[in-house]
């Protein structure tokens, strides 16, 4: 259970915002990678 004296909408806000750090650095693993294989041609 989370402590009384924070609120649900910051965990919440809290949730996504992690959850859109993991897709914008999969999006960058996704490009870099795009971007050597692009290199090495």
Do not use: E, G
């Amino acid at each position: 259970m989370a402590p009384k004296h924070i609120p649900t909408a910051a965990i919440d806000a809290a949730i996504v915002f992690a959850n859109l750090l993991c897709f914008i650095q999969d999006i960058i693993v996704h490009l870099s990678s795009s971007y050597r294989t692009a290199l090495a041609r």
